[in-house]
């Protein structure tokens, strides 16, 4: 990060904390940085206790100065120009995220950042190249089964598959067909199953065979 944005992004947030009154980092717990033209964003770890971020409208490209804000409840991001959100995955608490208006191709990654995000339940990504993958909006369903409202659409994924509740039919029969396609082959562990000469060693124990199961799909 170069000194003129990183001038321009503390300049940015110390006019925040002025405007809210705040003398002490540990009571921020909002920052509202939007359209702020910023191209980067200093370390905020500062503010151990902040929940609500603004950061939409703005051009940043990614978001790695946000893995130590645990506390992170809700976080726009919406309108910028990021191509990947390494880092995400160490906010555990977000509960609203958007992302839309950006430029997020890899699919795989995306997702893969966001599974470990378990209290995640509002999630926006529509307007990013990714979006143009067929199986776009089944695939997150799939994967992101605790996401409740999905590019402004209700979904409930429970976790009986058959009583999950889908708005478009087509959701349904994608994400039941996966659910099934399962094949399960149960066989029997001969390691642990006794050989003849071991049947009459007294000190040998009689513990059933075990059994072990391999699941393909």
């Not at 809700?74 to 609203?96: C, F, Q, T, V, W």
């Not at 339940?121 to 996401?147: A, D, E, F, M």
Request: proline share 3%.
């Amino acid at each position: 990060m170069c000194l003129d944005r990183v001038i321009i992004c503390y300049q940015a947030v110390e006019d925040q904390l002025k405007i809210c009154g705040h003398k002490r980092d540990a009571d921020v717990f909002e920052l509202f940085l939007s359209q702020k033209e910023l191209t980067d964003v200093i370390d905020l770890s500062r503010f151990k206790k902040l929940k609500y971020l603004w950061l939409h409208h703005n051009k940043l490209h990614g978001i790695t100065f946000l893995i130590r804000n645990y506390c992170l409840t809700e976080l726009y991001l919406n309108n910028n120009a990021i191509i990947e959100i390494e880092g995400l995955r160490y906010l555990p608490s977000l509960h609203i995220l958007l992302l839309h208006h950006n430029e997020l191709t890899n699919i795989n990654a995306t997702v893969k950042e966001l599974k470990g995000m378990l209290n995640l339940k509002t999630l926006s990504l529509y307007q990013n190249p990714l979006c143009q993958y067929n199986l776009y909006r089944l695939y997150i369903i799939y994967h992101l089964p605790g996401v409740e409202l999905l590019d402004r659409n209700h979904f409930a994924f429970a976790n009986n598959v058959e009583k999950t509740v889908f708005d478009d039919p087509e959701d349904a029969v994608f994400v039941r067909s996966m659910k099934r396609s399962v094949m399960a082959i149960t066989s029997l562990n001969w390691d642990t199953v006794p050989k003849r000469e071991e049947k009459y060693l007294e000190d040998k124990g009689t513990e059933p065979a075990q059994m072990f199961t391999i699941t393909l799909r």
